[in-house]
């Protein structure tokens, strides 16, 4: 009887220790999913800013400015984080915002931190995915790296879950206009800027234009592509009538034209740099340390990314006539 008593007791005891996790880990989640704010920076756009790069365990991956535009019918979501984490956080606050449905996702490129959040909306079969015609081939090119990375980087066990299905895309090869009730929002896909699979949204109602990763904000920019058609998409983004802006890091209160110029200098810097070092015969393993670095204290994360912008404007312009 004793030892059937202890063995009783012990199971309950246990059962009550399981009991009080999963209440804690219950608490946790609903407290963190309230405290993942948005903030409404023009009439129905709300966007949540993410950290600076890179993603760790202590952000867990919410490192992107990621956010919706609500319509009177329906809800377009932009980006949607690093994870199934982030996704569902998204998620959760587009719910307490609005009690409308989620019509479309829209994917601005493939990194990570703008991507693999995708399946927790992928459930619903009433939500159409789009992204740049070229979305597809960089998911199936990427997808194992990045999965790999993501059990890294921040620890995930689920990595299968997150696993993106090329096939969801649906593709936009120009301009495609989406009406989310009252309220058109405008896709453009980009031939090679920040990617070559770049696609901007502009919520036509109130000018607001969201850029993705085209456009930094005090982060060093990223180069994934060639710089000088990068150029010039630039000059085309200082043409426009940007009334507000969202851009895939940084704070968004600086003034737009300020944020071209200062990402045009730095490209200059790097053209007149990189091309006189392939003049003079500097190899690339010494032009990586030498090419750009009086720009180190203008930019967040320099050091982490300048190197990678460097060689890819070498192969690139080594080869120009």
Not at 30 to 36: C, G, P, R
Not at 195 to 211: E, M, P, Q, R
Not at 314 to 320: A, G, I, K, P, R
Request: proline letters at 3%; aromatic letters at 8%; one cysteine or more.
């Amino acid at each position: 009887m004793v030892s059937t008593y202890v063995t009783s007791s012990l199971i309950i005891r246990i059962l009550l220790v399981y009991l009080m996790v999963g209440r804690i880990a219950f608490a946790h989640d609903v407290n963190e999913s309230s405290a993942y704010t948005v903030q409404e920076i023009a009439e129905g756009n709300f966007v949540h800013e993410g950290n600076f790069p890179p993603q760790s365990l202590e952000n867990r991956g919410d490192i992107a400015n990621i956010g919706f535009i609500v319509g009177e019918k329906c809800v377009a979501v932009i980006d949607v984080g690093s994870s199934l984490h982030v996704g569902s956080m998204l998620k959760a606050a587009i719910q307490r915002v609005t009690r409308l449905p989620i019509c479309a996702v829209i994917i601005t490129h493939v990194h990570p931190d703008h991507l693999l959040g995708l399946n927790a909306f992928t459930k619903d079969d009433s939500i159409t995915v789009y992204g740049h015609h070229r979305l597809p081939k960089q998911i199936r090119t990427r997808s194992r790296f990045y999965l790999e990375s993501l059990e890294q980087y921040l620890g995930a066990g689920n990595t299968a879950d997150h696993a993106i299905d090329p096939s969801l895309v649906t593709p936009v090869n120009g301009l495609l206009s989406i009406d989310l009730g009252n309220r058109v929002i405008e896709l453009k896909s980009w031939d090679y800027a920040h990617t070559d699979h770049d696609l901007s949204v502009t919520d036509i109602k109130t000018g607001t234009f969201w850029a993705g990763d085209i456009v930094f904000s005090e982060h060093v920019p990223i180069l994934d592509s060639n710089i000088r058609q990068y150029n010039a998409v630039l000059e085309e983004l200082q043409k426009l009538d940007v009334q507000h802006y969202v851009v895939g890091h940084g704070s968004l209160d600086r003034p737009w034209d300020v944020l071209i110029s200062e990402q045009q200098r730095y490209f200059r810097v790097l053209l007149r740099e990189v091309r006189a070092a392939i003049v003079n015969d500097i190899s690339l393993m010494d032009a990586v340390n030498t090419v750009g670095w009086t720009e180190r204290d203008r930019w967040h994360n320099f050091d982490m990314y300048h190197r990678r912008n460097v060689t890819t404007s070498y192969t690139d312009l080594e080869w120009e006539d």
